[in-house]
């Protein structure tokens, strides 16, 4: 029997024989525990989700998103949907292990609007539908960013108020489309410089408004959904590092001239040799809660090199127990969210031109690694967090 047809009769097995039949294929479902992941070789094996059985019988840990609600922390994934029409179990870990979901790409201007003025919520709305399904929250990402950006815009310096219609209609329409069924909207993704002082100059909106778009950006996105908390988004200011600071000292800025920014988002996308320790991070939370504002830790990968060898795996797991960690020591840091969960669709073979891999927590089979066991313990271990604190955040889980 090839795969397919071991597959479907296992699962027709269990289907018809429900208990007895569990029993008798025990055996068979140990090896998608972490604990004894076979490595990184293809299984040849068709992906399976780990055995949580439809009757409810749990054969390995409970996932991810029971574990993390009981600590107040939302868990959530980079949501693909040309992922999610083209294979079934994508959908069906998400669900499983996921109370959280952003759009890796469907909230994005190039895909609202490809064509100028013209709306296209139609990928989007395939992730709202399947957070709605499976009660999952949604913080939206990018409003405004640099990146990603149409044909009729990249490259191009509108006229001042052209550029200012644009941005405010863009803001008003989107928000007020997804408004009470996005909790968390990432305004500006992207917008400090990486090395000098100051604002990122490149991109449509700095060159053709200044730096003032950013304010006019959070004014409109408080007025399109004033029940929206409002984040900056970025990256490399996961520690205690120098943009960090930058960003620091610019947010306690803004809001002392009355911006409506509710909290930060650190991107987290690291190496495994180029990572910030966990009291750094916690320091870092923490100032920032200190200010106000709630932290989310909103793109989080953690790069291996291509042919990583099984110790690496056990030090990358680390790396997510260490963010965990970070995230549950720290005031108010309300959301942990992967940049997708399965080593079969990741945007970092891709940028890396093949040279990193293997940077979550799921292998290309769908079977956990450490990393999942990792976290998995943080939030299966840990003495409870104070839970009362983080529902009262007004983000009900
Ligand atoms: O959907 C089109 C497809 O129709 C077309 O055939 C194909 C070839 O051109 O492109 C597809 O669009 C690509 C899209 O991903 C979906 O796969 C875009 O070209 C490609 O640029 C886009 O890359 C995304 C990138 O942001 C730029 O938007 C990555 O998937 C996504 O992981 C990455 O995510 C960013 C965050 O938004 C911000 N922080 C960093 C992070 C990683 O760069």
């Known amino acids: 029997m090839g795969s397919k047809g071991h597959e479907l009769s296992r699962r027709a097995f269990l289907k018809t024989t429900g208990a007895a039949g569990i029993?008798?294929?025990?055996?068979?479902?140990r090896p998608i525990s972490a604990?004894?992941?076979?490595?990184?070789?293809?299984?040849?094996?068709?992906?399976?989700?780990?055995?949580?059985?439809?009757?409810?019988?749990?054969?390995?840990?409970?996932?991810?998103?029971?574990?993390?609600a009981k600590k107040g922390l939302l868990i959530g994934?980079?949501?693909?949907?040309?992922?999610?029409?083209?294979?079934?179990?994508?959908?069906?870990?998400?669900?499983r292990e996921f109370n959280c979901l952003v759009a890796e790409n469907e909230m994005k201007l190039d895909v609202l609007q490809r064509v100028r003025g013209q709306f296209d919520f139609g990928p989007a709305e395939v992730m709202?539908?399947?957070?709605g399904r499976h009660g999952m929250k949604v913080r939206a990402v990018p409003l405004v960013w640099h990146d990603a950006l149409p044909e009729w815009a990249r490259d191009k310096t509108f006229p001042r108020s052209e550029a200012l219609d644009i941005l405010r209609e863009h803001i008003f329409t989107v928000m007020r489309h997804f408004r009470g069924r996005v909790f968390a909207w990432d305004v500006l993704n992207e917008g400090l410089s990486d090395t000098g002082p100051g604002l990122r100059e490149e991109g449509p909106w700095y060159r053709s408004i200044g730096p003032e778009y950013v304010e006019r950006a959070y004014h409109w996105a408080h007025e399109a959904d004033p029940q929206a908390a409002l984040f900056y988004n970025d990256y490399a200011m996961d520690g205690m590092?120098?943009?960090?600071?930058?960003?620091?000292?610019?947010?306690?800025?803004?809001?002392?001239?009355g911006v409506p920014i509710h909290g930060v988002g650190l991107q987290y996308h690291v190496r495994m040799d180029k990572h910030p320790q966990p009291s750094e991070v916690t320091q870092n939370i923490?100032?920032?809660?200190d200010l106000g504002l709630i932290v989310h830790i909103t793109e989080l990968d953690v790069w291996l090199p291509k042919n990583a060898a099984r110790a690496e795996f056990q030090?990358?797991?680390?790396?997510?127990?260490?963010v965990f960690e970070a995230a549950l020591a720290a005031p108010k840091c309300q959301a942990v969210v992967l940049w997708g969960f399965t080593d079969r669709y990741s945007w970092v073979p891709g940028i890396s031109n093949g040279t990193y891999d293997h940077a979550l927590?799921?292998?290309?089979?769908?079977?956990?690694?450490?990393?999942?066991?990792?976290?998995?313990?943080?939030?299966?271990?840990?003495?409870?967090?104070?839970?009362?604190?983080?529902?009262?955040?007004?983000?009900?889980?």
């Open 241 to 257: 590092s120098e943009k960090a600071d930058r960003c620091y000292r610019w947010v306690q800025e803004l809001l002392g001239r």
């Open 128 to 131: 709202m539908a399947f957070a």
């Open 286 to 289: 923490r100032r920032f809660n």
């Open 361 to 397: 927590i799921f292998d290309r089979d769908y079977r956990p690694k450490p990393a999942y066991e990792a976290i998995s313990s943080v939030l299966g271990n840990t003495a409870p967090a104070d839970c009362g604190a983080r529902v009262r955040e007004g983000v009900p889980l």
């Open 315 to 322: 030090q990358q797991a680390d790396i997510y127990r260490g």
């Open 77 to 95: 994934t980079a949501f693909s949907s040309d992922a999610f029409k083209k294979d079934p179990v994508y959908g069906e870990v998400m669900a």
């Open 23 to 29: 029993a008798a294929v025990v055996p068979l479902l």
């Open 35 to 68: 604990r004894t992941w076979p490595g990184n070789q293809r299984s040849g094996l068709r992906p399976e989700p780990p055995a949580v059985l439809e009757n409810g019988f749990p054969m390995a840990t409970e996932p991810l998103r029971g574990l993390a």
